[in-house]
Every structure is written in structure tokens, then in C-alpha cells.
């Protein structure tokens, strides 16, 4: 089962918006609506963003979206603060043999 | 309130196998999916397997089938992932993570351990 497909990096600077973008097939993201977020700091265990593509888990501040249109997925950033450097990661339920599949990963960088 | 609390740094030699464990508190087990998350160093997140307690059903990823074993102890709410034949490939942290149920499907992890690292060199 192959991973989901993220840009290896994205930055802006403080205030800015970013989107990543992540890109799978109908057979997991254009699928269902089962598109979640996660941060992962170094060091740390990762933390649940967004989850059935646009919902926010309690204590997630607004500034964090996510969408999804055909077989991908996006999760956008608006106001941008340096605590947000981290790396994130999007996964898929999928009707594959492997019924859950994450995506690449992408680092974000605050300039 | 919700833990997840994972066995420490393991040193394996290859062709040795590793169990860690995942003991849970501020949840009933039974009612949640324990799932299984490995990432190797400088590499992604890969989804290695999960057990639902309530049903006594497992999953794994399909390359891990043939070589890894999830079980559980419901009596002291405590997930383990047994992995056998360790390669140095098989070097990184495995972390255990609860299966939200605010997710449709559960597909979701809303907890997670802190991570074991396992180490294979020989």
C-alpha cells in the first residue's frame, strides 16, 4: 500500500497562510471521508489536528482547516505562529489491503 | 484523564524479537481500537497494526503479516506488539495511539504513547 503524497517541506512567515496539500486515489481519500491531520513535534508523540477531513478536536484553535476535493486532501494554516513548526502528516482509512495508510509528511517552517 | 503509557528503549540484535507494551488508564480498554505506529529515523509515519479489545479482532499491515503479533490484557488494560526476525531496517519508535471514536469509522488516533524506541544492530 503506498503512502499518501505530501510536499517534503512548506514555509511562510508569521501571520501568513499556507496549505498542504495531499494527494492519494479513490481508493482511500476519494474514497471516504475519513481524512485526518496530525502534528508531530521531535521528541514528542503526534497530535491530532483535524479528523473526517474538516473537524477540529477540542483545543485545537481555528487557525487550523482542512478540506478535501476528489482524491485529495488539504489542511491550511491561516495566521501563522512560530509554534506551529512541526511536521505534519495526513492519513486515510483505504479499501486496500492495508486499511490505514499515512502520508509523507510535511515539514513546516516558520521564517 | 487519558494515558497511554509505552515500555522504554529496547537494543535488539537481528534476528532477535521485541514486545513493547502500552498500559492505558482514564478510559474503559474494551471500548476502544488500539492501534500500532511506527517511524524509522529521518523517515514517515507507517501504520503497523491494531487490535479492538471488545471483539478480540486484529489487523495488520500487510507487511508486517507473518511477523507481528498484537495481543492484549484486558485485566490490566495493557496493549502489547511482539515483532520477531528484527532487522536494523526494523530500527525506530513504535507508538501506540487510541482509535477516536469522535471519528466516523474511528479512523482517527485522538491518544497517543510516548513512544519505545527499538534498536536493532548487531
Known amino acids: 500500500q503506498s503512502a499518501l503524497t505530501q510536499p517534503a517541506s512548506v514555509s511562510g512567515s508569521p501571520g501568513q497562510s499556507i496549505t498542504i496539500p495531499c494527494t492519494g486515489t479513490s481508493s482511500d481519500i476519494g474514497g471516504f471521508d475519513y481524512v485526518s491531520w496530525y502534528q508531530h513535534r521531535p521528541g514528542k508523540a503526534p497530535k491530532l489536528m483535524i479528523f473526517d477531513v474538516s473537524n477540529r478536536p477540542s483545543g485545537v484553535p481555528n487557525r487550523f482547516s482542512g478540506s478535501k476535493s476528489g482524491n485529495a486532501a488539504s489542511l491550511m494554516i491561516s495566521g501563522l505562529q512560530a509554534e506551529d513548526e512541526a511536521n505534519y502528516y495526513c492519513?486515510?482509512?483505504?479499501?486496500?489491503?492495508?486499511?490505514?495508510?499515512f502520508g509523507t509528511g510535511t515539514e513546516v517552517s516558520v521564517l | 484523564q487519558v494515558q497511554l503509557v509505552q515500555s522504554g528503549a529496547e537494543v535488539k540484535k537481528p534476528g532477535a524479537s521485541v514486545k513493547v507494551s502500552c498500559k492505558t488508564s482514564g478510559f474503559t480498554f474494551t471500548d476502544y481500537d488500539i492501534h500500532w505506529v511506527r517511524q524509522a529515523p529521518g523517515r514517515g509515519l507507517e501504520w503497523v497494526g491494531r487490535?479492538?479489545?471488545?471483539?478480540?479482532?486484529?489487523k495488520y499491515a500487510q507487511k508486517f503479516q507473518g511477523w507481528v503479533t498484537m495481543t492484549w490484557d484486558t485485566s490490566i488494560s495493557t496493549a502489547y506488539m511482539e515483532l520477531s526476525s528484527l532487522k536494523p531496517d526494523d530500527t525506530a519508535v513504535y507508538y501506540c495511539?487510541?482509535?477516536?471514536?469522535?471519528?466516523?469509522?474511528?479512523?482517527?488516533?485522538?491518544?497517543w504513547g510516548q513512544g519505545a524506541l527499538v534498536t536493532v544492530s548487531s
Open positions: 487490535v479492538t479489545p471488545n471483539s478480540g479482532g486484529t
Open positions: 495511539a487510541r482509535g477516536g471514536k469522535i471519528c466516523s469509522g474511528h479512523c482517527c488516533y485522538d491518544f
Open positions: 492519513s486515510s482509512y483505504s479499501s486496500g489491503s492495508t486499511p490505514y495508510v
